[in-house]
């Protein structure tokens, strides 16, 4: 079957870091991705994994283990506008021949208080 | 450049009734998907069109159906309305059939069945 898992809910203080862990099982794996998503709006693109290792943007850096089907999403220097939900995603290849299946976690909600 | 560009954002349809909810991607980007967002599903992905074909379908009903234009754009429709279509409808677009590519997500069609 075809399963990932993020942490419902997790709570920072501004200024702080944070990390959201993913963790998936899937058929065809081809590449990770990172969503934000404000409450009412479209998912908006944050980072990509296609290889091991970490990945940095500016405030954001994502981090991919396909040997251990684990990602992790760090987030520094928190800011209120952060304050949303955190999609974890999986590219699934499918036998027909499509490449951009995505496969979503049910999201994490980060809260970030003052 | 332009995001990716869903019409019309909202709408309210009756049970029963048909509705058709078009994208127009990324200029240049060829590969379009489509997703249903629901606050009990979360994030399903509904079909993967390319090149006016579509590529891959996730486990809706028949009533469930799109398209894809030779300029790349997609409509997707829903006929026989139901209470529980209720959702924002999402169109993602990505440059073509790669895992090297990036997807996007456009701010949604919200429909409403009552």
């Known amino acids: 079957g075809q399963n990932i898992d993020q942490p419902t809910e997790m709570t920072a203080t501004e200024g702080a870091i944070v990390q959201i862990n993913c963790t998936y099982q899937?058929?065809?794996?081809?590449?990770l991705f990172w969503y934000q998503q404000h409450a009412g709006e479209a998912p908006t693109f944050l980072s990509y994994?296609?290889?091991?290792g970490l990945e940095e943007k500016g405030r954001f850096s994502s981090f991919l283990s396909r040997s251990k089907g684990y990602s992790y999403l760090l987030l520094k220097e928190l800011q209120m506008k952060d304050s949303a939900s955190y999609l974890c995603?999986?590219?699934?290849?499918?036998?027909?021949?499509?490449?951009?299946?995505?496969?979503f976690g049910a999201g994490t909600r980060l809260a970030v208080h003052p | 450049k332009a995001g990716v560009t869903q019409t019309p954002r909202y709408l309210i349809k009756t049970r029963g009734q048909q509705v058709t909810l078009s994208c127009s991607p990324i200029s240049g980007h060829r590969s379009v998907s489509w997703y249903q967002q629901t606050p009990g599903q979360g994030l399903q992905f509904l079909f993967e069109y390319f090149s006016e074909t579509q590529r891959n379908k996730g486990n809706f009903p028949g009533r469930f159906s799109g398209r894809q234009f030779s300029n790349s754009r997609s409509e997707m429709n829903v006929s026989t309305l139901e209470l529980g279509d209720s959702a924002l409808y999402l169109c993602?677009?990505?440059?073509?059939?790669?895992?090297?590519?990036?997807?996007?997500f456009g701010e949604g069609s919200w429909l409403t069945v009552v």
């Open positions: 993602a677009s990505s440059l073509g059939q790669s895992s090297g590519n990036t997807i996007y």
């Open positions: 899937t058929s065809g794996f081809n590449g």
């Open positions: 995603a999986v590219r699934d290849r499918s036998r027909s021949g499509g490449y951009n299946k995505l496969i």
């Open positions: 994994n296609v290889l091991d």
